[in-house]
């Protein structure tokens, strides 16, 4: 157990909706990393924040947003959802160490319809 | 463009045999790099961590080495067992860490 939590573990909604993942990092953890495991691309990097903090970007959709709160715990929102965001989404955290090993949640699995 | 690749998607091994995974790297100048262990379906497990002044780190039964000169890294499971299939990922980055595509490693009894 990593000590991350992300919820849901699944969820299966339609094409065009909107949802939102929910990850709280290990504690004392600033950081939270999001990616998206897809069959054909693989683990990608999505965004980072750090202490609240927008902190690096990857190759995240403009539809895809996220954000840090007070508590640590981060969120991901992804709209007008197509079929092919359909994949795992992770969330990972991780503390001071100037290396930066990072520490992963069991995911979300998301099913567009 | 920056490129990780991970030899074969592939690796089949007998028990207590030596796994041997390659990591190779272009566009990059890391100061470490790490590796991973993913099962189906769950979160990667960070297995090591190595530094670009470190030829060589083992933890147990493993052992990765780092050659910045040819940009590799291999990846060593010795006296494998069943419970190390699974697949292996070497990632590069600070912040943004880039995965290669994995290896997924069994290891038949």
């Known amino acids: 157990d990593s000590g991350v939590t992300q919820t849901p573990k699944h969820l299966i909604t339609a094409t065009g909706q909107r949802v939102t993942l929910r990850c709280s990092p290990r504690s004392g953890d600033l950081s939270v990393y999001w990616y998206q495991q897809s069959l054909d691309q693989g683990l990608q990097f999505l965004i980072q924040y750090y202490n609240g903090e927008e902190r690096a970007k990857g190759n995240i959709l403009e539809r895809f947003s996220a954000q840090q709160f007070p508590d640590l715990h981060s969120e991901l929102n992804l709209s007008s959802l197509e079929l092919g965001d359909s994949a795992l989404y992770f969330c990972?955290?991780?503390?001071?160490?100037?290396?930066?090993?990072?520490?992963f949640g069991p995911g979300t699995r998301l099913t567009v319809l | 463009s920056q490129k990780i690749e991970q030899n074969s998607e592939a690796l089949n091994i007998q028990e207590g045999k030596t796994a041997t995974l390659t990591c190779n790297y272009t566009?990059?100048?890391?100061?470490?790099l790490q590796w991973y262990r993913q099962d189906p379906g769950r979160g990667p497990v960070f297995l090591l961590l190595?530094?670009?002044?470190?030829k060589e780190k083992r933890k147990e039964r493993l052992k990765v080495t780092f050659d910045t000169t040819l940009k590799q890294s291999l990846f060593h499971i010795t006296a494998s067992q069943p419970a190390d299939s699974a697949t292996y990922l070497c990632?590069?980055?600070?912040?943004?860490?880039?995965f290669g595509a994995g290896t997924t490693v069994t290891v038949r009894a």
């Open positions: 190595i530094r670009e002044n470190e």
């Open positions: 566009n990059y100048s890391p100061a470490y």
């Open positions: 990632a590069l980055g600070d912040y943004k860490l880039s």
């Open positions: 990972a955290s991780s503390g001071a160490s100037t290396y930066n090993e990072q520490f």
